[in-house]
């Protein structure tokens, strides 16, 4: 399935690093999606964004800053982040954000913050 | 406001046999129903959808039902296989005309394990 991809797969950071999580969809949809999955959790949505402009977030701490430069891009930056926050952050993406459009997500990156 | 129950887990069958996740929702209005699969190691990926009341969605031997009178949508395959082993989720998607944010809402998942 390469229609949504993530990268890194796999990142350990210290709590005082800088690092940024990148996602790309080649399906020409228009709207994407950061989620956060941590252990024995719901699926958490955290930012919506629909055509370039973010459309929802979720009550996110500061410490996690989207970007959506296109709508084939999205990035979630990353700085002075808690243990708490290990967890599988899956990037997704659907025709738009209404019309009853399925998201298709992407494989995800495990974050470990040490 | 919406939200979707499904049978907790684990789930653990020997291979060949009849499996059943149960799904039952609320949700206002007409949403769209889904089940998607996480493998080990990976992302969330779509099994299979239904749009509307009696809408049967079906892929890679598995099926599930829309019913509006029961608000479910159980999965079933009839006979499973040790690659079937995965973390399955059913989730509901309101729909929204053309404005606004639909947000999807996914039950907590249920694990299943084939055994040879």
């Known amino acids: 399935e390469t229609g949504v991809t993530q990268t890194p797969r796999h990142l350990v950071m210290g709590m005082t690093n800088k690092k940024s999580l990148k996602c790309e969809q080649h399906l020409g949809h228009n709207a994407m999606y950061w989620y956060k999955q941590s252990a024995k959790k719901p699926l958490e949505l955290m930012f919506v964004y629909n055509f370039k402009e973010q459309t929802e977030n979720n009550s996110v701490p500061s410490r996690f800053s989207p970007e959506c430069p296109n709508s084939s891009h999205l990035f979630l930056h990353l700085h002075t982040l808690q243990p708490e926050d290990s967890a599988l952050y899956l990037c997704a993406s659907s025709q738009k954000t209404s019309g009853g459009y399925e998201q298709y997500f992407g494989p995800g990156t495990r974050l470990t913050v040490t | 406001g919406n939200s979707v129950t499904q049978m907790e887990g684990p789930v653990t069958l020997s291979e060949e046999a009849f499996l059943t996740i149960n799904c039952t929702y609320t949700?206002?209005?007409?949403?769209?129903l889904f089940w998607y699969v996480q493998y080990p190691g990976e992302g969330l990926q779509l099994l299979l959808k239904?749009?509307?009341?009696?809408d049967k969605g079906s892929n890679k031997g598995f099926e599930a039902t829309y019913r509006k009178e029961t608000t479910s949508f159980h999965l079933e395959k009839g006979s499973v296989q040790v690659s079937d082993s995965a973390v399955y989720f059913c989730?509901?998607?309101?729909?929204?005309?053309?404005?606004?944010?639909?947000?999807?809402?996914f039950g907590t998942g249920t694990r299943l394990t084939i055994i040879p």
């Open positions: 989730a509901l998607l309101p729909f929204i005309s053309n404005f606004g944010n639909e947000k999807l809402t």
């Open positions: 949700a206002t209005g007409y949403p769209s």
């Open positions: 239904a749009t509307k009341a009696d």
